[in-house]
Structure formats: structure tokens, C-alpha cells
């Protein structure tokens, strides 16, 4: 049984800095469970925030190379959601897009 680390630390890594640049108060969780499915391995993993959320017209464009939907003194390239799911890709693991949680409407 074989996972590659690399791609699944960059997953992670810009799952949590999204979360962070996002969330200015609350909490932020990370989850990780796994089992055992005869010879493979399954696991989830779940990076959870308390911040602004994403409304439905901005996940038309989430994974879009250097889209940013948000812009603020911390905002990135607008790259990394757009790399999560290419290395999931890579690594055969699906990308639940249903768990992106809508904002609340003002």
C-alpha cells in the first residue's frame, strides 16, 4: 500500500491556508479518518472553517487557475484550490465540491 505524501501535504497545506486567509475569527477543524477496504486504503480528510463562505456565484469559477472571487491583503495567486484538485485528480481521489458550504445571506 502506497500514498504519495507530497501531493497529499500540498492538498492539506492549501486547504489550511485558505482557511485561515478566510476565517478572521471562529475556528478552523481538521479531520481525518480512515479504513482499510481489503488491500487499499480510503481515507477522508476535512478541512472545516467558521469564515465568510462561498456563495454560489463565486463556485462557478473555484477551480479556476488565478480566478480569486475574494480579494484581500492576503489573497494568493488564486491557485490553490485550482492545484487541490489537480493533485486529487492525479492521486485518484475524488473532490467532494457538494462539501463547499454556501455563506449565509446577509
Same mark, same amino acid.
Given at each position: 500500500m502506497s500514498i504519495d ?5 500540498? +492538498?492539506?497545506? %492549501?486547504?489550511?491556508? %485558505? =482557511?485561515?486567509?478566510?476565517?478572521? =475569527?471562529? =475556528? ?18 476535512? +478541512? ?20 480569486r472571487n475574494t480579494?484581500?491583503? %492576503? /489573497? ?5 484550490? /485550482? ?24
Amino acid at each position: 500500500m502506497s500514498i504519495d505524501k507530497l501531493k497529499i501535504k500540498q +492538498v492539506l497545506s %492549501n486547504l489550511l491556508s %485558505n =482557511a485561515i486567509k478566510f476565517t478572521s =475569527a471562529g =475556528a478552523i477543524s481538521v479531520r481525518l479518518e480512515g479504513c482499510l477496504m481489503g488491500e487499499a486504503m480510503q481515507f477522508k480528510l476535512r +478541512v472545516q472553517d467558521t469564515g465568510s463562505g462561498i456563495n454560489d456565484a463565486e463556485k462557478a469559477n473555484l477551480f479556476t487557475p488565478f480566478r480569486r472571487n475574494t480579494i484581500t491583503p %492576503n /489573497s494568493g495567486a488564486g491557485l490553490g484550490l /485550482s492545484i487541490c484538485q489537480s493533485l486529487s485528480q492525479i492521486i485518484g481521489a475524488t473532490w467532494p465540491s457538494r462539501a463547499l458550504k454556501a455563506k449565509a445571506p446577509a
